[in-house]
């Protein structure tokens, strides 16, 4: 029996499902970016583990990540998010969940979509690791895109954030060269 080889972080059932079907693919649909943008930025301090196990309380609390329904979000509906054991109850983060779902909206008017914006970070195009290289905690395109979302109003979006967002989009292929789904991730 042949055993698969997956990056070394994928070791529990939700975090193999999460490598093999979704860390690293490309995505081009704006509220699924929105989704992990929120997501990232709740994960800051903590595992991205504890995030899966809450994700789908996150989709449920959060309007399934809509930016138009999270960017109307009120005092009275974060205090009430801030009461909901499912999520992070961190009153920052949720605070920039809605402040950013309003930049998100802001983004989606000027360049068309949000896709449109953060794909031209990478030229339009995956940066893969080579084999060798090692993964980073930032680069120049996650320290660029930090830079001109902070200057656009966003929260929760520091360089080292941005380039996990980065990767889980699939604008970086991080996998290990010799993992699976580093060759089937174009």
């Known amino acids: ?14 975090s193999i499902a999460y490598h093999d079907r979704e860390w690293g693919v490309p995505v081009h649909d704006d509220r699924l970016l ?27 609390a959060f309007d399934n990540f809509e930016p138009a329904k999270v960017a109307r979000y009120n005092d009275k509906k974060t ?3 801030l009461t ?32 449109n914006y ?35 109003g966003f929260k929760f979006v520091g360089p080292t954030i941005c380039y996990a967002f980065m990767q889980a989009v699939g604008m970086v292929n991080d996998h290990n060269p010799d993992c699976f789904r580093y060759r089937e991730i174009k």
């Open 1 to 14: 029996m042949k055993t698969i080889k997956r990056c070394d972080w994928a070791r529990t059932d939700q």
């Open 34 to 60: 929105f989704e992990f943008l929120v997501l990232e930025g709740a994960q800051a301090g903590l595992s991205w583990e504890t995030i899966l196990q809450k994700r789908d309380n996150y989709r449920q």
């Open 79 to 81: 205090a009430k998010l």
């Open 84 to 115: 909901n054991p499912g999520i992070v109850r961190n009153r920052l983060k949720v605070a920039a969940a809605v402040q950013n779902a309003r930049s998100f909206l802001a983004i989606q008017k000027e360049f068309g979509s949000f896709d």
């Open 118 to 152: 953060v794909w031209r970070f990478v030229n339009s195009r995956s940066i893969r690791r080579k084999p060798g290289q090692p993964i980073l905690t930032h680069t120049p395109e996650s320290d660029a895109l930090s830079k001109d979302l902070l200057a656009r």
